[in-house]
């Protein structure tokens, strides 16, 4: 039997209005400090988000997705807190933001693959 390691994931949300507390899943982000595992997955459908708002800024919104993909991989474009460790850059993710780009509550789980929870999660929590 594989060995199983502990996760935490956040799912990534686009909130076009916050005053409406409408969102559109857009991602997710799983940690696993057992499996020295940090991921993301960020695939906005923009149909879906203009649906709840089409004066949205489209090209603002992909740049502060983009910089959450930044930070997850470590890139040194995204200044100091994508050169943190793994935790506290998540631990930086999943906080609580006002702004239209959000994150929900932290969940945990068990696995034996990062990847693969990471691929299974999108699936089922974006793709839907």
């Given at each position: 039997m594989p060995d199983l390691h502990s996760f935490d994931y956040t799912i990534v949300r686009v909130v076009p209005r916050p005053e409406r507390g409408e969102c559109v899943n857009v991602g997710v982000i799983l940690?696993?400090?057992e499996a020295n595992f940090l991921g993301g997955i960020v695939e906005p459908d923009w149909t879906r988000i203009a649906a709840l708002?089409?004066?949205l800024d489209h090209d603002e919104i992909a740049?502060?997705?983009?910089?959450l993909e930044n930070v997850i991989a470590g890139e040194k474009s995204a200044g100091p807190i994508a050169q943190m460790p793994a935790s506290k850059r998540f631990h930086w993710l999943s906080g609580p933001r006002s702004t239209v780009v959000q994150v929900s509550p932290m969940h945990s789980g068990l696995t034996d693959d990062p990847e693969a929870s990471l691929?299974?999660?999108v699936k089922t929590m974006v793709k839907v």
């Open positions: 940690y696993s400090r708002d089409p004066t740049r502060q997705l983009q910089y691929r299974r999660l």
